[in-house]
């Protein structure tokens, strides 16, 4: 089952579909082939065997839940700020010029945590300027938190586009994730 696609990963989700790391996709496959996993999603990819053809998946869902163990957090910085918020802006969801943006202002009393900054575009930031969103009658796209799960870049830049698209529909938007990457 070898054909150079070694470098190939997929997203394997717990059972709640909760992200919980990233296996290779030739292992997503085995666990789906042993009845471990159900295959949500399949890319182009495929692997022969002497006997028949396999997609390969993408993103797999463990038939089982999997209690996984507290790991440390992601850390805060500018740069995970954005993964987090998948470079979009939180209140237009626009993609230009990214800023940072205290939803309750410094000027207030806002701190720089992960609940208080967001991903704002350099438009909506100016627009907001040192009000709270409620006083610039602005709405936020989700209420920030701390995230559990960020891709780290090495797994996205090995990775088809196809493929990373695929997982943001299951890592996007889940605030409630309790999960590490692991290649
Ligand atoms: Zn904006």
Redesign the pocket.
Known sequence: MSLGMENLRALVLNSTYEPLQFSTAKRALVLSLLGKAEVLEVDGFIVRTSVREYRLPTVIRLNRYIKMPRRSCVSFSKKNVFRRDNYT?Q??G?GLEMTIDHVIPRSVGGRSTWDNIVT??R??NLKKGSRTPEEAGMKLLMRPKQPQFLFHSNISSIAPQSHVDSWTKYISNSDKVKAVTKL
Do not use: N, P, S
Request: glycine fraction near 12%.
């Open positions: 802006c209140y237009c626009g704002a575009c438009k909506c």
